[in-house]
């Protein structure tokens, strides 16, 4: 054998025994050997690439000391979107939720759930491609994130490589990222001796190193991830459960949790939360609440998604923090629909683990609710990310110099009258986009990244540009002019022709984009996707009346007022005139009535198939024309039922409805695909 063969053999065996050391520290938590050990073999195998850099393989331990500063982030659009989670904060939130629960699932006892703690820290995904890590990215805004590759590959819980031979070919690992406390007192103390600024709190310190552009500096950084679910995955049947997922995660070499427990009952989950919530303050990292999921993931894909956040889970967070500070002022805010917020001034104060200075009040009947005077001493709280709110008063600390806040009649920026709808708390502007407030609202929603993806003009452009006159309406986005922006201070030529290149690309555009874009009350980004897919083009959508729009899935009769309302306004429709006019369009979506063959079908889907994920099936049943739905009612057409199917196929029985199975379904998707 040679000597090259040699070396390659010793740097192969070296690798493989740091990496397998590397697990059992990291991910294991049960080191075999001690760290002066594992020190010498890392010294080793740094003299073997340095004398011969061929050896050297990407997932080397060497390559986690981060490499050459990035110029900027590129942007990754995630296969599978990175969605948020609905909060409990409450016992009787977490009831509800398992209620809601049971009644989709159409069971009578409550199912098994996965307990989580939930990290304090930043939503990662690491794609893998034959065991590989090939990307890591953050989460972003749940479709878009930003490409930190060389970053991750830098925290020492992240394998390089997943570990045992039988690997998928292509697998999404996602997880928390976050700072341990120690490491986060050890790193304040070694800033404050350099002089340099400390950072908060670990949330915000595991953010910051995430994102350096030099991943030298991330490296540097005590970062540890804890691995939660799987996303897009090939080459790989996933299991039958989520608890069965996170035992795969940790066999592959990641570290999941070790306080993770599969319960079932809102008893004992309850239960469980008490126990973490005693446990928290001697855990070594911060966790700011609970996640439950269901466990079993056909029960998963049955219950589905809302536009942001899985039916399947929820987040019920510890008890929030509270302060006591003194309320200064209270300033009164216009919103992109015209509602007025008051938000309290408040004497600074450090509070869920950051120093606040404003509170939102919410509307009128809030503050009457609380009898809260400017002046007052108040209770303030925050949860995690929940915006902080006043939550009492403290009367016994009312100085005589208190006044009670009163509400403006008029709107503070445009002084038209202010109205309040019957049955409704909040008290709006009506002036809509000529009250300049609403505007800049309504822009800053327009060229946002889930709407038109304007890149470049920021809040404080937009608000500059609607002050200046050089913004009059949406469509005078579309009017402005590089050679007159480059002339405002602070932006230059580069600038004002980066804005006018990215306003340019928004011309084309999707569909159901620009219905969200739009800013339509209460229509988000799936109403607005169903919106385009229903009706195929803007102009249908249009001239739907109030019965054409119920018919929508997810659009109820408050919704559909809103958008009828919208639609009715002539200024609304001579801005929507003016955009497409100036070039933005799209392509209408084609619906071919001649495969509709299901429509005016009413299907019901239960229990759990073995070959079809009930996602999929839906999805082609909804593309044929039929409405696919939750409940079983005298209307329902057929019901198709798998293993496991319960109260649905219970009723569906009383009522006669006719029930197949999961062949019978495949039969006729195959017969309506012919």
């Given amino acids: 054998m040679s000597h090259k063969q040699d070396l ?68 990754v659009a995630h296969r599978m979107p990175m969605l948020s989670l609905d909060n409990a904060f409450s016992e009787d939130d977490l009831l509800a939720f398992d209620k809601r629960i049971r009644d989709r699932l159409g069971i009578d006892r409550s199912p098994e759930y996965v307990c989580e703690p939930k990290y ?73 001796t350099k002089g340099d600024k400390p950072f908060v709190n670990p949330r915000n310190a595991a953010a910051g190193s995430l994102r350096q552009l030099d991943s030298r500096i991330t490296a540097r950084r005590p970062l540890e991830m804890c691995a939660y679910s799987i996303g897009v995955h090939e080459g790989y049947p996933l299991p039958s459960t989520h608890g069965e997922v996170l035992q795969q995660l940790s066999q592959w070499g990641f570290m999941v949790s ?32 609970i996640v439950f999921k269901v466990n079993r993931l056909d029960f998963q894909d049955e219950l589905g998604f809302v536009a942001r956040a899985p039916r399947w889970a929820i987040a019920r967070k510890f008890p929030a923090q509270e302060e006591i500070t003194v309320l200064k002022e209270v300033e009164f805010q216009v919103g992109r629909t015209g509602a007025i917020t008051p938000v309290a001034r408040l004497e600074p104060v450090f509070v869920g683990g950051v120093t606040v200075s404003n509170a939102t009040l919410h509307n009128a009947d809030e503050i009457a609710r609380l009898g809260v005077h400017i002046g007052d001493s108040v209770a303030v ?94 469509a005078d986005l579309y009017r402005l002019r590089a050679d007159v922006l480059s002339e405002l201070d602070g932006l230059g030529k580069k600038s004002a022709d980066n804005i006018i290149q990215a306003i ?27 919106l385009a897919r229903h009706f195929g083009s803007l102009e249908a959508i249009i001239a739907a009346d109030i019965d054409a729009l119920l018919e929508v899935e997810d659009i109820g009769p408050v919704v559909a007022q809103h958008i009828q309302a919208f639609f009715a306004t002539p200024s609304n429709l001579d801005i929507i005139t003016q955009i497409r006019e100036a070039g933005v369009h799209w392509d209408d979506i084609v619906i071919d009535e001649s495969s509709m063959t299901l429509k005016g079908k009413t299907i019901v889907l239960t229990g759990s198939f073995s070959t079809l994920k009930r996602s999929a099936a839906k999805t082609a049943l909804e593309a044929l024309g039929a409405k696919v739905a939750s409940s079983v009612s005298k209307n ?26 999961e062949d019978a379904l495949i039969a006729l998707l195959e017969q309506h695909a012919e």
């Fill in 504 to 530: 340019e690309a928004s011309r084309y555009c999707e569909l159901h984009r620009f219905i969200y874009a739009l800013g339509i009350r209460e229509v988000g980004q799936a109403t607005a996707r169903n």
């Fill in 381 to 474: 709280r925050r949860a995690g990310d929940v915006i902080p709110q006043i939550v009492s008063v403290v009367p016994s600390l009312r100085p005589d110099t208190a006044r009670p806040i009163t509400f403006p009649e008029a709107c503070p920026v445009c002084e038209t009258p202010l109205v309040q709808s019957e049955g409704e708390a909040a008290i709006r502007c009506p002036a809509g986009m000529s009250c300049q407030a609403q505007l800049k609202e309504s822009i800053k929603h327009y060229v946002s990244r889930t709407a038109m993806d304007i890149d470049g003009l920021g809040d404080k452009l937009v608000s500059l540009f609607v002050d200046l006159k050089l913004i009059r309406s949406l």
């Fill in 8 to 75: 390659a053999r010793e740097y192969q065996a070296l690798k493989d025994t740091l990496l397998y050391h590397a697990r059992r520290y990291y991910a294991l938590d049960a080191p075999e050997i001690s760290d002066a050990e594992y020190d010498a073999l890392f010294k080793r195998l740094l003299e073997l690439e340095g004398a011969n850099p061929e050896l050297i393989s990407a997932d080397s331990p060497s390559q986690r000391v981060g490499s050459e500063p990035l110029s900027a982030f590129n942007s």
């Fill in 258 to 289: 070790e306080h993770y427990r599969v319960l079932e009952g809102v008893e004992a989950c309850t239960r469980y939360f008490d126990e973490l919530a005693e446990k928290r303050e001697s855990l070594p990292y911060d966790i700011d609440g």
């Fill in 636 to 661: 329902t057409d057929i019901v198709y039922a798998g293993p496991g199917a319960g109260s649905k196929l219970t009723k569906a029985q009383e009522l006669n409805v006719p029930v197949e199975d």
């Fill in 120 to 192: 304090d820290g930043i939503a990662v995904s690491l794609i893998y491609e034959n065991g590989k890590l090939v990307q890591g990215a953050t989460r972003g805004d749940g479709s878009t994130g930003e490409d930190i590759s060389e970053n991750v590959k830098t925290v020492h819980s992240i394998p390089l490589q997943l570990n045992g031979g039988d690997v998928p070919s292509l697998v999404e690992v996602r997880g928390e990222v976050y700072m341990p406390r120690e490491g986060f007192k050890r790193y304040n103390a070694q800033a404050s």
